[in-house]
């Protein structure tokens, strides 16, 4: 189907993909269905999209001479960049297409029209189910532009979590483990490195905030915990030491990417949240401790609420284009074990986790000859962007650092 006007929810469109400051409506935009629109907006669209991608200036398209008319019509509109705005927009270019397709099969020869008609009810159909999704092999381009975009990864600064483990955006990854194992400690180790390159929100539902926030200022300044953890302790602490604490409130009131949240969270209101932060300051990812106890919408039982959970924060994640990290507690049961290895299996009793996450880790931790260290062991059981295996940290709880190994 060939559509040769452009109307002006084209024109609206395209200038609020130039407008917008949120990624968030930009992506929405860049999602319609090409076919909704006309030959020359599909033809700016394509064109966008790889620019993008080859890091080219998406400026310069405004003044390549094809496409220089619509774009100044499109800049004259008075258009508000609302989420309604581009969802109405859209259903005009979804209704005009549908029309003409209609009009076309009118004029279709009959010994052609079933044909025709199989071929209209099969896109509709593949239309109504956003899970299918088709290639036209001349649309190679832009297809593999799109998967590098959809790919975009946020990054710790460790070279060997980074090569192997990927915490893609639009992705939900889950790190399990039994009671006391450290994976607390290990998550906020990584969200902290987050937050060097990228902006990020942990709730935790077990933890309250002071303890989490003593364990940060342990792992930045390499204070035993314990020193931080009442009055009495804390004036006990070297002249340095308490510089040391100084200087690192100072560092964080010049920049801070990372937010956190306690309380006992419904999932709704997580999604509220991360919707706001979004909106207002940007956002690359977030952090949950842990899922089993964010509260579920569904009245039904355990293994429901927990799939329930587990399907928004994988839907969270595409949404709001972010990386969403969740905790998983293991059963105790797994100790009983002569193999205290974790595999994919311990994660089942827990909803559907093994289907949803993109990316699933099991923590264990083991003794070592050093008193205040453990060797705790990363499995990389499950890794759609990567390989699996094994990564060990030495741990020290004292102040809950870790260290490749």
Do not use: W
């Not at 008319?69 to 927009?89: G, H, M, Q, R």
């Not at 204070?223 to 040391?244: H, M, Q, S």
């Not at 706001?276 to 899922?291: A, R, S, T």
């Amino acid at each position: 189907m060939k559509i040769d006007t452009i109307c002006y929810e084209e024109k609206a469109l395209i200038s609020m993909l130039y407008l917008a400051s949120d990624i968030k409506y930009k992506n929405k935009i860049k999602n319609i269905p090409i076919k909704y629109f006309s030959s020359l907006v599909q033809s700016f669209i394509k064109k966008y999209k790889t620019y993008e991608m080859k890091d080219l200036s998406v400026d310069s398209l405004l003044e390549e001479k094809e496409y220089k008319s619509f774009l100044a019509e499109a800049f004259e509109l008075p258009v508000v960049v609302l989420e309604e705005n581009i969802d109405k927009y859209t259903k005009v270019l979804e209704n005009r297409y549908y029309k003409d397709c209609i009009i076309e099969l009118a004029n279709t020869p009959n010994e052609l029209i079933k044909e025709k008609i199989n071929e209209l009810h099969s896109e509709v159909v593949k239309e109504n189910d956003k899970s299918v999704k088709v290639a036209d092999i001349k649309n190679l381009e832009s297809l593999f532009y799109e998967s590098l975009e959809e790919n975009e990864t946020v990054k710790t600064g460790k070279f060997r979590l980074d090569k192997y483990l990927k915490f893609t955006k639009r992705d939900l990854h889950i790190i399990g483990a039994r009671p006391g194992v450290g994976k607390s400690a290990f998550v906020l180790y990584i969200a902290l490195m987050m937050a060097q390159f990228s902006r990020g929100l942990f709730f935790s539902l077990e933890m309250p905030l002071k303890q989490i926030v003593q364990r940060i200022i342990s792992n930045q300044t390499r204070i035993e915990l314990e020193k931080l953890e009442n009055k009495e302790k804390f004036k006990e602490l070297t002249a340095d030491e308490k510089e040391v604490v100084n200087v690192l409130f100072k560092k964080l009131l010049r920049k801070s990417n990372l937010i956190l949240y306690d309380g006992n969270f419904k999932i709704d209101e997580l999604e509220e949240y991360i919707k706001n932060e979004k909106e207002i300051n940007g956002l690359d990812y977030i952090v949950v401790d842990y899922l089993q106890l964010v509260k579920s919408n569904v009245n039904s039982k355990r293994y429901e609420q927990i799939t329930d959970v587990s399907i928004r924060l994988k839907q969270i994640a595409k949404d709001y284009d972010i990386a969403v990290i969740a905790l998983s507690q293991l059963s105790r049961e797994i100790e009983k074990r002569a193999d205290k290895d974790i595999y994919l299996a311990d994660f089942r009793e827990s909803g559907q986790i093994e289907q949803d996450a993109s990316t699933i880790l099991g923590l264990t931790t083991e003794p070592t000859t050093t008193e205040y260290k453990e060797l705790m062991k990363v499995q990389i059981l499950k890794n759609r962007q990567g390989q699996l295996g094994v990564m060990k940290y030495e741990y020290y709880k004292k102040n809950q650092t870790f260290f490749e190994v």
